[in-house]
């Protein structure tokens, strides 16, 4: 179980003003400002039974990132909530994960400074140093971390190494990735020297509207 915290003799978090459980484990940063507009997305998942609610919050001088994941993987069904706490340049600062199926619990945290990702018992991920991002196997929405960042003019592109976090393990590995602006709101994604490309739709806050065709946003 690399990179991953077991909890399955702890008692559940409850949900507080709305936000979900991994929220609550970010502390007081991670409280939604109701003094700016939040975004709030429904995701569905196109190849699989999926689907996702998603928060972007202003909060403090950042952002949080926050969902919560229904995914059927691996021939069984999870329940996963999340929150990623990041800075004005939305370079991620801490990121809660907790993970349910039926057959495991596990809890993640880590806290980043200065390019150093500590689990929260403070030992470092040596592999990830100098990560900028993390980045969720299970969810769209931390491509918003870098397309936000960036801000690259049409035609540009730029590279950089995620801490990538996977399901169901939690194991947390070092994602090559790069990043094209190919229109007004559409990017191209490549990972791992180009092993795995993908064309995603954003909307004017860089969030996905569809990743191709394996998610989707829903819309009125």
């Keep these: 179980m690399t990179g991953a915290h077991t909890a399955g003799g702890d008692e ?6 709305g936000r ?5 484990g970010l502390g007081e940063n991670a409280a939604v400002s109701h003094e700016r507009a939040s975004k709030v997305v429904f995701w569905s998942r196109v190849d699989r039974p999926g689907s ?8 403090g001088d950042g952002w949080t990132l926050s969902g919560t994941v229904l995914l059927w993987h691996l021939g069984r069904g999870f329940h996963i909530d999340y ?22 619990t596990r809890r993640l945290r880590l806290e980043v400074s ?23 196997s299970f969810s769209p929405s931390t491509n918003t971390l870098p397309i936000r960042r960036f801000d690259l003019p049409v035609g540009a592109s730029a590279d950089v190494v995620a801490a990538w976090i996977k399901v169901p393990d939690l194991a947390v590995e070092p994602l090559p990735q790069k990043y094209t602006r190919l ?6 994604y490549e990972s791992r020297g180009g092993s795995f490309v993908a064309e995603l739709d954003v ?8 990743y191709a065709g394996i998610w989707r946003r829903e819309k009125a």
Excluded: K
């Design 203 to 210: 909307d004017e806050a860089g969030v996905v509207e569809d």
């Design 12 to 17: 559940p978090r409850p949900y507080i003003q």
């Design 83 to 104: 929150a990623i706490e990041c800075g004005p340049d939305w370079r991620t600062r801490a990121v809660a994960v907790d993970l349910e199926s039926e057959e495991e």
């Design 114 to 136: 200065g390019g150093i990702w500590r689990r929260d018992g403070g030992g470092e991920i040596e592999a990830v140093r100098g990560a900028l991002d993390a980045d969720l």
């Design 183 to 188: 229109g007004e709101r559409r990017y191209r």
């Design 20 to 24: 979900s459980r991994a929220a609550v």
């Design 52 to 59: 996702e609610i998603f928060t972007l919050a202003p909060d």
